[in-house]
């Protein structure tokens, strides 16, 4: 029994916790310390009300589908991990739509070549959310409060400065009520892709610094 038990666990990723949490119907007396106790083989007995409830429970779950660490697939995740350089700690920091189950300790062990398979969830949920992140040269900053200054932006800097005649050093002569740390030389370099990020504060006063003077020509 402690097999059929400890084989729910591994194929639905639901925990004794999180069997029972918030459930109301849940048998007098019984609780996750007890359902763990079984699993870890120091409680050799059971109420049959209380095995026939943890069994049913487990039984209405979905059933995860798991997988097998290919070389293919520990190119991506490594190669991931080098074009970020964000580790598995920093990468599911507030992650709070997460998959069950997902701890740094398993992408760790995936990077390491100790853990050869993979719960899909997770796996799919891991590369999506490595995929959203920049390179390493703009991870710390975007990690900061940053943005990523997209093409169509940085297109519509230049579209701005020459539909006005301005360029960055005449904009913001006499902007004293600029974001602190905005210049002329940062707008010039999100202009030429010198700097690729940019505080949403800074990058939202010079669109609208911009659009002032294109409405007053």
């Known amino acids: 029994m402690i097999e059929t038990l400890k084989a729910y666990r591994e194929k639905t990723g639901v925990a004794s916790v999180a069997l029972l949490k918030n459930q109301r119907d849940c048998p007098e007396n019984l609780t996750p310390r007890h359902i763990q106790s079984w699993l870890e083989g120091r409680l050799r007995t059971a109420p049959q009300e209380h095995l026939a409830y943890v069994l049913k429970k ?10 097998i660490i290919t070389e ?5 995740i490594k190669g991931h991990w080098n074009r970020t350089r964000v580790g598995p700690n920093t990468l599911l920091k507030d992650a709070a739509d997460k998959p069950e189950g997902l701890r740094p300790h398993i ?11 993979y719960r899909k969830d997770h796996l799919k949920y891991v590369l999506e959310r490595w995929s959203a992140m920049p390179g390493a ?11 990523e200054i997209t093409q169509a932006q940085r297109e519509r800097l230049h579209e701005l400065k020459a539909k006005t005649g301005f360029g960055p050093q005449v904009l913001m002569r006499g902007a004293k009520d600029a974001p602190p740390g905005l210049g002329s030389d940062k707008i010039k370099a999100w202009i030429d892709g010198t700097i690729k990020t940019a505080k949403p504060e800074q990058l939202a006063y010079v669109f609208a610094r911009w659009e002032a003077h294109k409405t007053q020509k």
């Not at 487990?58 to 997988?67: D, I, K, N, Q, T």
């Open 58 to 67: 487990w039984e209405a779950l979905p059933v995860l589908e798991f997988g």
């Open 72 to 76: 293919d697939i520990l190119d991506v």
């Open 107 to 117: 992408i760790a062990a995936w990077l390491n070549a100790r853990s050869r398979s």
């Open 137 to 147: 040269l703009n991870t710390k900053r975007v990690l900061s409060g940053y943005v």
